[in-house]
């Protein structure tokens, strides 16, 4: 198994390496599991998400876990049409449909 530092963690970060940051969520060091999930936030992509959630609900650290949720909600943050309920309603079946409105109110065009 590789050693995995902070200063690996940061690198992946500024490449955004979603793989390896994933991967370091299940190192058995907290800092290291604090750290690729602060930097998987930071970087924002929603196609995290589920990971992140499966090491919120399995780290059995407490403070690894607030790192965890920071995380989560500012990728939530970055993607709130997409996440949780639409802002219409219920019957809305097409994300075309809460994407264009999202940009429409983003850019008022």
């Known amino acids: 198994m590789r050693l995995i530092t902070i200063s690996k963690i940061d690198r992946w970060s ?4 979603l793989e390896k940051l994933v991967e370091s969520l299940k190192d058995e060091r907290d800092e290291i599991r604090k750290a ?3 930097s998987l936030g930071h970087i924002g992509d929603s196609s995290v998400l589920d990971v992140l959630i499966y090491a ?6 407490a ?3 607030k790192d965890i949720e ?3 909600n500012s ?15 219920e019957n809305i079946e097409s994300l075309n449909i809460q994407t264009a409105y ?5 850019y008022g065009s």
């Open 14 to 17: 500024k490449s955004n390496n």
């Open 63 to 65: 403070f690894v876990k």
């Open 70 to 72: 920071k995380a989560i």
């Open 36 to 38: 690729a999930a602060l």
């Open 56 to 61: 919120l609900d399995n780290d059995p650290n």
């Open 102 to 106: 999202s940009v429409n109110v983003k």
């Open 75 to 89: 990728i939530k943050t970055k993607y709130p049409i997409l996440i949780g309920k639409n802002i219409f309603n």
